[in-house]
């Protein structure tokens, strides 16, 4: 007994965009997409470990130069900073509470990346006993994003499984991988805003061995305000 | 309405002989209006209040009392009491609604609202969904009707049905035609009246039967007068009523050719108005083509839609992965320079150690050299004396 099928059901099949043709066809080029996306990371972080290298290099370099000369070597002053809000949500007055708002830093613990300028150093002003900050450095940077590193997708937070999802919403600021990313944050490139909105803010853990007193500066031995590159240590302990 | 101008052909039967079609004729467009179950509800159940009649409670009811209340303090309930005594009505509650003799609450009025107006051109809306109704056979039969032997619906019949004069001849006719299977039913099922109405000179409940519709009356109406269930009518004057008993649409009706010619003269089309209502056209329909779902799959609509989004599995489920600095499988995925980069530093840290191991080897090897150079040395010195050696040490500062 042969089946007669609706001419109409014939004409569904024939449009699905789902069909089995389709699908394989949209897989092959998924496939391919992703081989690309691999093969450039692998010769992109290639890249990158040379430049960091050098820029070390480079750095000590000019120190040694320096002391020859008897001169002194001025570091260029840092561009990034890793912002870690470590005080609660109680009791904050409205201009702080605005300002860690505005950064992103709505929870205690949470932390951001941000560029260095005038505009920025006066807002952490306003809300240095409400965080601790510093600069951090290449091995930090990598820790937070690929340990910690979640990106905002649709209004919602996903950690990053795969350089396809970065591919995806970066592709347009020549940002591909993870490589890319911690690149892009740690050098504070061109597109350094698309990679930090890209990221959603960092939610780390309670330091391991705790804090000393939160409610002194760092400079005074407690823990809030810039601590320099003394935050790589924390952000150990909070990773 | 291009239904309009393809009208579709309707059989036109004898009263007799043999039921084979003798004549054809269009189907008045009455039969394409709307069919508004809706409207024909309301307008029903609005006419249907037009033939009451009034009643109400007596004015006096349970007012022919002078009693009183008691008042405060006697133990017993402020309800007014009737007066006087020597009887057992005496004392007893009068006026209230919850008393026994008591008059009614709100008793009923004559004047109360007992007809409704309806426009009129609602009134007519109904009539041609009614009317439209009685050609559905589906909407027939869940009516009740048994109409499954008949030749066609809607039964059309020649005009000598018009002429005829005895029952009998009605009745043979109906057999004929197969409509006598709903007289039957009537028949059956004619039953006393539940309630009080069957003391109240409506004892008996019957179906409705088939409804013959004629142009003219020339016996006709007499003929099929007592056949139990059925009714006449004419063209001229459908009653909603009648053709949709209960605001229930899809009465069995037996049309004469005349009568059945006519209903395009009556209710008009939507291109020419009717004849006998003055400025009525046919009630036109919301949808033109109610079939939404053969719209929204034909060809015109589908090639025009776009991409069905596809579920993004990508980024549905909460994805969870292990730590790549843990897992090494989950780093290379995201950084597929990884393992060669732990390569160079193995290589480079081996390198560097190798090259540490030559320099300690070395500056070692110098270093037992030296001691071992230095101990001979020691023992040829020890045979010169210690002043010969400051006074040359003198002698060079000199």
Request: proline letters at 5%.
């Amino acid at each position: 007994m042969s089946k007669q099928v609706p001419e109409t059901i014939k004409k569904q099949v024939k449009r699905s965009f789902n069909s089995k043709e389709v699908k394989k066809e949209k897989n092959e080029k998924r496939m391919k997409l992703l081989k690309e996306i691999q093969s450039k990371a692998f010769k992109r972080a290639e890249k990158y470990e040379k430049e960091y290298l050098e820029q070390d290099q480079k750095l000590v370099e000019l120190k040694q130069k320096a002391l020859k000369e008897g001169s002194f070597y001025r570091e260029p002053e840092p561009k990034l900073a890793f912002i870690i809000r470590i005080r609660g949500i109680v009791g904050v007055p409205p201009k702080p509470r605005k300002i860690l708002q505005l950064l992103r830093l709505r929870r205690i613990y949470s932390g951001v990346f941000i560029r260095l300028n005038k505009s920025s150093l006066r807002m952490l002003h306003f809300i240095d006993p409400y965080v601790t900050w510093g600069y951090p450095d290449v091995e930090t940077v990598r820790a937070l994003i690929y340990k910690r590193g979640h990106a905002r997708v649709n209004h919602q937070r996903k950690i990053i499984d795969s350089n396809e999802m970065i591919y995806d919403k970066l592709q347009k600021y020549d940002i591909v991988c993870m490589e890319d990313l911690v690149h892009e944050i740690y050098t504070v490139g061109k597109n350094f805003k698309h990679a930090n909105s890209f990221l959603w803010a960092f939610k780390l853990k309670p330091p391991v061995g705790g804090f000393s007193t939160v409610k002194k500066s760092f400079v005074n031995k407690g823990e809030h305000g810039n601590r320099e590159q003394y935050i790589n240590t924390l952000v150990k302990k909070m990773i | 309405m291009t239904t309009q101008q393809l009208r579709p052909i309707v059989s036109v039967f004898p009263i007799k002989g043999k039921v084979k079609t003798i004549k054809q004729v269009p189907l008045p467009s009455v039969f394409s209006a709307p069919i508004r179950p809706d409207v024909v509800r309301f307008v029903h159940t609005n006419m249907a209040k037009n033939n009451r009649q009034a009643h109400a409670v007596s004015t006096t009811a349970g007012e022919q009392t002078s009693a009183t209340s008691w008042g405060t303090g006697r133990a017993v309930a402020r309800i007014p009491r009737v007066k006087g005594s020597g009887t057992g009505r005496s004392g007893q509650a009068a006026f209230g609604n919850m008393c026994r003799g008591g008059r009614m609450y709100a008793p009923k009025k004559v004047w109360r609202k007992w007809h409704r107006k309806i426009n009129t051109n609602q009134k007519r809306y109904a009539v041609c969904s009614a009317i439209a109704a009685t050609a559905v056979t589906p909407l027939v039969m869940s009516r009740g009707h048994r109409v499954n032997k008949l030749p066609e619906l809607p039964l059309v019949v020649s005009d000598q049905l018009q002429s005829l004069t005895k029952t009998r001849q009605a009745v043979k006719f109906l057999k004929f035609i197969g409509a006598y299977r709903d007289v039957e039913k009537v028949i059956r099922t004619k039953k006393t009246r539940v309630g009080q109405g069957k003391y109240r000179n409506r004892r008996h409940v019957l179906r409705k039967g088939p409804m013959v519709v004629y142009a003219r009356n020339l016996g006709i109406k007499k003929a099929f007068r007592n056949i139990p269930g059925v009714e006449t009518a004419s063209v001229y004057t459908l009653n909603l009523l009648k053709l949709a008993p209960g605001s229930q649409m899809g009465r069995f009706i037996i049309w004469t050719e005349s009568a059945f010619k006519l209903l395009e003269d009556i209710y008009g089309s939507w291109e020419k108005p009717s004849k006998f209502k003055s400025g009525f056209y046919l009630p036109r329909p919301v949808m033109v083509n109610t079939d939404v779902e053969r719209i929204i799959k034909s060809d015109q609509v589908q090639t025009v839609l776009r991409n069905r989004r596809p579920r993004s599995r990508k980024y549905g489920k909460k994805i969870q992965r292990a730590d790549p600095y843990e897992d090494m499988s989950v780093m290379v995925k995201l950084n597929p320079y990884y393992k060669t980069k732990l390569q160079n530093q193995k290589e480079l840290e081996e390198k560097n150690k190798k090259e540490r191991k030559e320099i300690v080897d070395k500056s070692r090897k110098e270093y037992e050299d030296w001691l071992y150079f230095s101990e001979e040395e020691e023992e040829e010195e020890v045979e010169g004396s210690d002043e010969d050696r400051e006074i040359e040490v003198l002698s060079d500062e000199n």
